[in-house]
């Protein structure tokens, strides 16, 4: 079985959902904001000549960074790929790239937060902005630049002022019970991706569950069923934005055609 394809089974019928609530309390201590679902405190990005960028957020350790490498395995011969990586306090998913050699360390940039991953990528995005362009001005010109959020909860989203697109990864191993608990990371992200598809047997996570959960809270919006560990190109996620990509192009067009670097 491909690790995207789920074979539907009986699945009982769900009980309604109660929506968590939209600004859950926590306490971090930097300033920053938890606005309404929906709300963005910035304008969508000027779109002309210049190349699409996708967020990749979700919860600490579910596999945006296995991700972010799996994209640049898929992308590095055939596109002008760029990664803006973001921690808290070290430069750690950047160095994992450089190290696992997937892509020309030139066009990979560390963006230390040092706050809240999602006051970085939603709020205050003036960090990730720059070194969006710094990499364009550096190794430029880009087809594609992944920014690559720092783990977060179920509530972080990307502003429009710094991603054209969003995926928000989730993971099976706390079981299957993450799709039902929504979010914007998991209601509105352009597309889900539910990892480590290779864990489900033993942590005991049944994927028609979070298929179905999936599907009643994101409507029409696409979910994928992913393990990196069974395929290390992230096929069904690397055609995703080959899609989204083409779209933008068509729209968007760069001076220099999309194609290798
Ligand atoms: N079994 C299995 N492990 C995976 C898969 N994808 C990622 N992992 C492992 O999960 C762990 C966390 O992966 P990362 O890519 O570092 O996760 P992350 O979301 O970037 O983590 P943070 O940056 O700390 O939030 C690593 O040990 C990966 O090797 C998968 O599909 N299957």
């Known amino acids: 079985m491909r690790p995207d394809t789920v074979v539907p089974s009986a699945v009982p019928a769900v009980e309604p959902i109660t929506p968590p609530p939209a600004t859950p309390p926590h306490d971090e201590t930097v300033p920053h904001t938890h ?8 304008p969508p990005l000027a779109r002309a000549g210049r190349a699409l960028r996708v967020g990749i957020g979700g919860p600490v350790g579910s596999g945006k960074t296995a991700l972010v490498a799996a994209l640049c395995r898929a992308f590095a011969d055939e596109l002008r790929l760029g990664v803006v990586t973001n921690d808290i306090y070290t430069t750690e998913d950047a160095d994992f790239l450089r190290r696992a050699g997937v892509l020309d360390p030139a066009r990979i940039r560390a963006v230390e937060t040092g706050c809240c991953p999602h006051t970085a990528i939603r709020d205050d995005i003036g960090a990730n902005l720059d070194a969006v362009d710094e990499l364009a ?17 179920l509530t972080a989203t990307f502003s429009r002022g710094l991603v054209d697109r969003q995926i928000f990864v989730v993971d099976v191993a706390g079981g299957d019970k993450v799709p ?13 991706v539910i990892n480590k598809t290779d864990l489900a047997p033993m942590v005991g996570a049944d994927l028609a569950v979070m ?22 190109t992230a096929t069904s996620v690397a055609d995703w934005i080959r899609h989204e990509l083409a779209h933008h192009a068509a729209l968007h067009p760069l001076a220099v055609p999309v194609g290798p670097a």
């Not at 606005?35 to 910035?42: F, L």
């Not at 994101?218 to 069974?230: A, E």
């Open 35 to 42: 606005p309404e679902p929906g709300v963005d405190p910035h």
């Open 137 to 153: 001005e550096a190794v430029g010109p880009l087809d594609l630049v992944l920014v690559e959020s720092g783990g977060d909860n």
């Open 180 to 192: 039902r608990k929504g979010g914007p990371g998991v209601t509105a992200a352009d597309l889900l």
């Open 211 to 232: 298929d179905r959960d999936a599907r009643a809270r994101r409507g029409d919006l696409p979910t994928l069923f992913l393990s990196i560990v069974g395929d290390p």
